[in-house]
């Protein structure tokens, strides 16, 4: 009596739902550090006013509670509100600073001019008469 083919195909399981993304806002705080610290913390919180209170009390994490213990102010340099938390993970991967608006100034004072200026002159398109020394 010949054999029935074996079926060896698997049950597909159900995609499984995506779990709901909770939505927060995401929080630049900028140190008025020396230079050789650490100068910014970024968050995410569900509480802004709560978390920010926590971190001026030294009960935020481990980096404000060193800031605060040492009286070392700071300032919320930037906000985003309405973000996942992986947001945040992609602005700590991306370096802070890069998104620190006071930093930003602070650069622009050093230098003397902007970096769309910094671009141009690099790419020869702004005359050397134009450059701000």
Known sequence: MPRKPRDNRRAIPAPRPKPETTLGTVYLLHFAAPPRFKN?????TSNLPQRVRAHANGDGCYTTAAFADAGIPF???RLWPDQPTR???QI???GP???CPLC???RRKQTGWSRGQAELRAVGLLPESEWLR
């Not at 910014?40 to 995410?44: A, D, I, L, M, S």
């Open 40 to 44: 910014h913390y970024v968050g995410w």
């Open 75 to 77: 300032a919320i340099a």
């Open 87 to 89: 947001f945040e993970r």
């Open 92 to 94: 700590k991967k991306r």
């Open 97 to 99: 600073a890069n998104y």
């Open 104 to 106: 930003a100034e602070r």
